[in-house]
């Protein structure tokens, strides 16, 4: 085969491998999307405000998402704050919501980001 295609195939094989962590990045924002909702809909008033609710999160999801993912290298592993994610994201939604006047919604927000811990779950 040669050097040449040999350096050929170890440049496919790591694509292939970039690839697949970008993939499971992916597939991770869009998880935790998902459970963005979920926790949404625990708002009072998320029946009536729902889709602004979804708005505001859409709009601040992925810069809250790429801050709290560290995508592993060589020698560490893929990390992803969760706790930092949600706290950044309501953060942005409620300081958006009060500059769109929603003040009672923002303290909806605000509450809904003291009341979110996570459990530890042995994972470091």
């Known amino acids: 085969m040669g050097k040449a295609g040999g350096i050929i195939i170890a440049i496919i094989i790591a694509a292939v491998v970039v690839g697949m962590k970008y993939s499971n990045k992916s597939e991770e924002a869009d998880d935790t999307r998902v459970q963005v909702t979920q926790l949404l809909q625990s708002l009072p008033d998320y029946t009536e405000a729902g889709p602004w609710y979804e708005g505001l999160a859409d709009t601040h999801h992925e810069a809250a998402f790429e801050h709290a993912y560290k995508m592993g ?13 949600i706290h950044e994201l309501l953060d942005k939604m409620a300081a958006d919501a009060d500059r769109q006047n929603q003040k009672e919604r923002a303290g909806y927000i605000r509450e809904l980001r003291e009341s979110v811990y996570l459990e530890s779950d042995g994972q470091g």
């Open 73 to 85: 290298g060589k020698y560490s592993k893929t990390t992803f704050d969760q706790i930092g994610y």
